[in-house]
């Protein structure tokens, strides 16, 4: 193909080279060659899949490089390595699925003509005047981004080119209604306010009585809800990371190495502690905000108190109910103009007024940390609390080990063998969790999953393999086990009685709202029948589709949705409520203008088409993984510390 090229070579401008550079930087996108420290070299996979897709640690790089500096640049020290981790499984699915576009492309039968490739290269590498830049600068710019020659470049380019077609072809699948562009036009412009009340249950809980037969008949009525599962109960002989926490010794020895190699951790900024009054310019001019803030000076050194003050003339709405105290920061929290002054004062100082973005402050450092290596003395418990918890997990699972061992002398397993056991090692305690089921709370325990588990796949008269749990090791026996069974009245009397009486409470309020609702037909204002109610009102503000109503929690989002189908003036309600029943009048309404929707119509379909195309190409391509048996080598993930997750 170069020699296509070669007879069209020019002199190369000044801009011509600004050309190669920007095609570098984007184009390639800062490919970068292979990390040799790879296991294998940049030839050995990353991950595979059927039908021959191999992604080579070389064409992760590739694909890493770029995230890893994208992330670095919006992140900054909060760059981690875990983070890190994250964007090597971005980057190795990022190649499979390339990979997997390009055997879709090719199962439909696309291709890329030599000609459209000639053409796209040549549009990457030409002059000012169209013309191709020359053989030499072209193999040298393939170089420098980890393409050995033109013919892997080129390659490179017709495969893209073919993606990019695959692409096209299921962008011009997708289709969008006129119905779906008014939808998301309504979704987006209408709006509704509401006015509303909420009555609580328990308003109602004097006006409650459970009698006998009402629990008898719920009883009877209620055979499968109230049926008890297996349950189980087990004593377990417990290594017990308490006990055994006071028998582990940490070296000064090696609390020293653990600070000096750990420095960094235990190095602080210098920080200053400061409050503040802040007086806005969006609504005055700097004069009157200036003169606002000497006025409050004078106040302050004139005997009153700095809080008061601030609380009383601050426009800052997150320090002003503490007195304009923002605590203490390090240097880079705060616009450079109050940082420099924050920094520069004296403790007790009056500094100001000082211009920033915001406004004009008044500001005084009420206390100051020096910056630097903390002394050990002042580290030593949070050192030896990290050392001893990491020592505590490894002794605790030795020490569960030598249990097992001295286990496996007794013949027959009984409740006064495990006490002698218990009884012989100071670090293990016997312990009796009494009847649970597989899902409930353990006894003693908690919620242990591998408790559990253990617990319902034993055999009587057997002992289980060492299990973790939270407090350290467990080794367990089943004493008894309790088939499922439906409970006597009396079991579950207190739990029926508070059912039926949370249930009768909420009847009623549903009731009061109801009546209230009929009032308010009749022609009653919403205020009277808050007021009869003895509960307030709340008034919204405008909100559309995707708004919020916090105060009725999950229900919010049904008030707005029926809100927005309603007129104004209208009622609506019951609706319920956590602990209570919501009624609700729409105060506002704001309709979708027909011509407004005609000017934005052809820009809504993009949209649509956007998102659709999005949806189907992951989908496509999350079925493919799963068709295609994704696997990520050992190599691969010896490199990343997170559990790889499906597309």
């Not at 550079?21 to 030839?43: M, R, Y």
């Not at 640690?57 to 992330?71: I, N, V």
């Not at 969006?282 to 108190?305: K, P, T, V, Y």
């Not at 008044?362 to 003395?377: A, I, K």
């Amino acid at each position: 193909m170069l020699k296509l090229f070669r007879d069209n070579l020019k002199s190369l401008s000044i801009v011509l080279w600004f050309v190669i550079a920007v095609f570098v930087l984007l184009v390639f996108a800062e490919v970068g060659v292979f990390t040799p420290s790879a296991v294998g070299g940049p030839n050995a996979p990353a991950a595979t899949a059927d039908e021959g897709i191999s992604v080579t640690f070389a064409e992760y790089e590739r694909a890493y490089r770029p995230l890893e500096s994208s992330y670095r640049q919006r992140f900054g020290d909060q760059f981690t390595p875990q983070l890190a981790d994250q964007i090597k499984l971005q980057a190795v699915n990022q190649a499979l699925d390339f990979k997997i576009l390009l055997l879709e492309a090719r199962k439909l039968g696309l291709q890329v003509s030599d000609e459209e490739l000639r053409e796209t290269v040549l549009g990457y590498f030409q002059d000012e005047n169209g013309n191709f830049v020359g053989e030499e600068l072209y193999r040298r710019a393939l170089r420098s981004n980890g393409f050995a020659t033109p013919a892997d470049f080129e390659e490179f380019v017709r495969e893209d080119l073919l993606r990019q077609k695959l692409v096209d072809v299921m962008r011009s699948s997708v289709f969008v209604s006129s119905e779906e562009i008014e939808d998301l036009f309504r979704t987006r412009t209408e709006q509704a306010k509401v006015r509303y009340l909420r009555v609580r249950d328990s308003q109602f809980a004097d006006q409650v009585e459970i009698s006998q037969s009402d629990l008898e008949n719920y009883y009877q009525e209620h055979t499968a809800e109230l049926q008890l599962p297996e349950q189980r109960s087990v004593n377990y002989l417990l290594v017990d990371k308490v006990q055994l926490r006071d028998q582990i010794e940490i070296p000064q020895e090696e609390i020293q190495a653990y600070y000096d190699d750990n420095r960094d951790s235990f190095s602080t900024e210098e920080q200053v502690r400061a409050r503040h009054i802040l007086v806005r310019t969006e609504d005055r001019s700097a004069e009157e905000a200036r003169a606002l803030l000497e006025d409050a000076r004078r106040r302050i050194e004139g005997g009153e108190d700095f809080g008061a003050v601030a609380r009383e003339v601050s426009e800052d709405p997150g320090s002003r109910d503490n007195g304009g105290d923002l605590r203490f920061f390090a240097r880079g929290r705060m616009v450079p103009e109050f940082e420099e002054a924050a920094f520069s004062a004296e403790p007790n100082q009056l500094v100001g007024p000082i211009q920033s973005p915001f406004g004009f402050h008044l500001l005084e450092v009420t206390d100051r940390r020096e910056g630097g290596l903390r002394p050990l003395e002042e580290v030593l418990p949070q050192i030896r609390t990290r050392l001893l918890a990491d020592r505590l997990d490894t002794v605790a699972e030795e020490r569960a080990g030598e249990l097992v061992a001295r286990l496996k002398d007794i013949e027959a397993p009984t409740v006064d063998a495990l006490r002698e056991v218990a009884d012989e090692l100071d670090y293990v305690t016997l312990n009796n969790a009494a009847a649970f089921g597989r899902q409930g709370l353990i006894p003693g325990v908690g919620r242990s999953a591998e408790f559990s588990d253990a617990a319902f796949s034993l055999e009587p008269g057997v002992l289980s393999d060492p299990v973790q749990v939270p407090r350290g090791w467990a080794v367990m026996m089943v004493e008894e086990i309790q088939e499922p069974r439906m409970p006597e009245l009396a079991e579950v009397e207190n739990q029926i009685r508070q059912e039926l009486r949370l249930e009768r409470q909420h009847e009623l309020a549903t009731e009061r709202i109801e009546a209230a609702k009929s009032s308010l037909a009749a022609g009653e204002s919403f205020e009277t029948v808050a007021s009869e109610l003895g509960v307030e009102t709340r008034e919204s503000e405008l909100f559309n589709a995707s708004g919020t109503l916090p105060d009725l929690g999950p229900a919010g989002s049904k008030v707005i949705g029926e809100a927005l189908q309603m007129d104004e003036g209208a009622v609506g309600g019951p609706v319920d409520v956590p602990q209570g029943v919501a009624l609700y009048v729409v105060t506002e309404r704001v309709r979708m203008d027909p011509s407004e929707l005609e000017g934005q119509r052809e820009q809504l379909r993009e949209q649509l088409e956007n998102e659709k195309f999005r949806r189907l190409l992951t989908a496509t391509l999350a079925q493919r993984h799963r068709d295609l048996n994704v696997e990520y080598t050992k190599s691969f993930l010896d490199r990343v510390e997170v559990e790889p997750q499906g597309i």
